[in-house]
C-alpha cells in the first residue's frame, strides 16, 4: 500500500474538486467487493473489478494525477468501434491505461493491425500479460510506460481512454499526439472529464457519440489550419 500516493491523491482531489468529491471518492472505495464477471468467466481472465492507485506500485511522478483502474465493458467499446465504420486492418488501437487489458483483447478481435496497451502499474501491466497470453492474442502488446511519455507509432490509430488521468497529464499526451505523423486518427473518450482540452487542441474535432455507447465521446483528428 502506498500511504503517501494515497495522501497526494486526496490532496489533489480536495484542491481540484473540493470537499464532497472528495468525500464521494473515499465512500466508493469503502468496503467495495469485487463482482464475478461475464468477460472473466468466458475467457477466463481476470480483468474485472476497482483497482486504486495507491494500492499499486508506480514510480511515476504522475500517479497522483491518475485514476483507479476500472474495466470497459466488451459491448460498449465495440459499440464504439463499429460506430466508426472502419476497416481497421491498417490501424492500431491504443488504449492509454489498460489496466488489466480487457480493452486489448476487445480489440484483437476486430483484426487490428497491432493493438497497444500502455500501462504504468507494474502489477496491472503484469495481469495483463497473463490475461493475453490465456487469450493467445499475438498482435497485441503491454507497454510497462508513463502515458505522458509514450510516443505515438505513425499511421492510422484508434486511441482510447477511459478517463485514466487528469488534465496535467492529458495536454503532455495531446502535444505527443500533435507532434506525430497520423494519416487517421479517432479517439474514443469514456467519460469525458477533460473533453474542453481536446475541443481546444485545434487538430481534434468531434466525431460524434455511439447510441449504444452513450458515456464514450470520439473525436477524429483534422489538419490544423
Not at 497497444?116 to 507494474?122: D, K, L, R, S
Not at 495481469?127 to 510506460?145: D, F, K, M, Y
Not at 487517421?184 to 477533460?194: A, G, V
Request: proline share 5%.
Amino acid at each position: 500500500m502506498n500511504l503517501q500516493l494515497l495522501t497526494s491523491k486526496l490532496i489533489h482531489t480536495f484542491r481540484t474538486e473540493g470537499v464532497p468529491a472528495t468525500c464521494r471518492r473515499v465512500i466508493a472505495h469503502l468496503g467495495r467487493k469485487r463482482p464475478e464477471e461475464d468477460f472473466d468467466r468466458r475467457h477466463r481472465t481476470d480483468t474485472g473489478g476497482l483497482e486504486p492507485l495507491w494500492k499499486l506500485s508506480i514510480r511515476s511522478p504522475n500517479a497522483v494525477f491518475g485514476e483507479r483502474y476500472q474495466a470497459t465493458g466488451e459491448e460498449e467499446l465495440l459499440a464504439a468501434l463499429e460506430f466508426l465504420g472502419e476497416d481497421f486492418r491498417n490501424f492500431t488501437f491504443i488504449d492509454l491505461g489498460c489496466g488489466k487489458g480487457r480493452t486489448l483483447m476487445v480489440a484483437a478481435k476486430k483484426g487490428f493491425r497491432r493493438v497497444i496497451g500502455v500501462e504504468f502499474a507494474e502489477e496491472l501491466v503484469e495481469i495483463a500479460t497473463r490475461n493475453l497470453a490465456r487469450h493467445q492474442a499475438p498482435n497485441v502488446i503491454v507497454s510497462h510506460a508513463d502515458a505522458a511519455d509514450f510516443v505515438f507509432p505513425e499511421g492510422n490509430m484508434v486511441l482510447y481512454l477511459y478517463n485514466p488521468f487528469s488534465e496535467e497529464v492529458l495536454r503532455k499526451v495531446i502535444s505527443n499526439l500533435r507532434a506525430t505523423a497520423l494519416n487517421k486518427l479517432y479517439l474514443i473518450y469514456k467519460t469525458p472529464r477533460c473533453a474542453d482540452l481536446l475541443d481546444a487542441s485545434g487538430f481534434l474535432k468531434r466525431f460524434g457519440q455511439p447510441p449504444a455507447a452513450p458515456q464514450m465521446a470520439i473525436w477524429m483528428g483534422r489538419a490544423e489550419s
